[in-house]
Antibody, heavy 117, light 106 residues
Framework: EVQLVESGGDLVQPGGSLRLSCAAS????????MSWVRQAPGKGLEWVSLLYSDETTSYAPSVKGRFTISRDNSENTLYLQLNSLRVEDTAVYYC???????????WGQGTLVTVSS | EIVLTQSPATLSLSPGERATLSCRAS??????LAWYQQKPGQAPRLLIYDASNRATGIPARFSGSGSGTDFTLTVSSLEPEDFALYYCQQRTNWPTFGQGTRLEIK
């Protein structure tokens, strides 16, 4: 069974940093395209970042230069490093496996990041 | 950036009725469109991909159609568990989502 479990969300001050983790089971993170998608409170879904199986990365313009996506193959875990955090980064962050690199076919339960002073 | 516009914002229907949700893209995206369902406190769930293919385990009452810029999600006969938020998503350049349609019980 495919399972994704996020962790690492917290309350952080503007300008601060945080690292989110997404532990996968039932499949290999290294063999799939993986993404982070976020959802601000009461708002819609926003794609954040994509890690291709060849480790090429892609970022939404709103986070490029501040966030870094990576993985640990031995731990079968996906990460998102969040730097220079802004109030508008407050959201539930979901990790998701991508079907063919196009669509999100499996999702974690999400982890809440709150940026506030 | 490709913008997806969903309509209506809210759809009020009764169980057993047919639901038709729309998604319009700001430019042609071929058939590269997906639909998701999200219930309160839960992650989204993939329903339809490539405009008309049902994802694994999705009931046959859910169907998708369209191409180019205009797409439709149809629920043929609403079950109580179908009342939720629905999002469309495209993947050209980078993934973007529509703003959502809330399907509520009338």
């Amino acid at each position: 069974e495919v399972q994704l479990v996020e962790s690492g969300g917290d309350l952080v001050q503007p300008g601060g940093s945080l690292r989110l983790s997404c532990a996968a089971s039932g499949f290999r993170v290294s063999g799939n395209y993986m993404s982070w998608v976020r959802q601000a409170p009461g708002k819609g879904l926003e794609w954040v970042s994509l890690l291709y199986s060849d480790e090429t990365t892609s970022y939404a313009p709103s986070v490029k230069g501040r966030f870094t996506i990576s993985r640990d193959n031995s731990e079968n875990t996906l990460y998102l490093q969040l730097n220079s955090l802004r109030v508008e980064d407050t959201a539930v962050y979901y990790c998701a496996r991508m079907l063919g690199g196009d669509y999100f076919d499996s999702w974690g339960q999400g982890t809440l990041v709150t940026v506030s002073s | 950036e490709i913008v997806l516009t969903q309509s209506p914002a809210t759809l009020s229907l009764s169980p057993g009725e047919r639901a038709t949700l729309s998604c319009r893209a700001s430019q042609s995206i071929g058939r590269y469109l997906a639909w998701y369902q999200q219930k309160p406190g839960q992650a989204p769930r993939l329903l339809i991909y490539d405009a008309s293919n049902r994802a694994t385990g999705i009931p046959a009452r859910f169907s998708g159609s369209g191409s180019g810029t205009d797409f439709t999600l149809t629920v043929s006969s609403l079950e109580p568990e179908d009342f939720a938020l629905y999002y469309c998503q495209q993947r050209t350049n980078w993934p973007t989502f529509g703003q959502g349609t809330r399907l509520e019980i009338k």
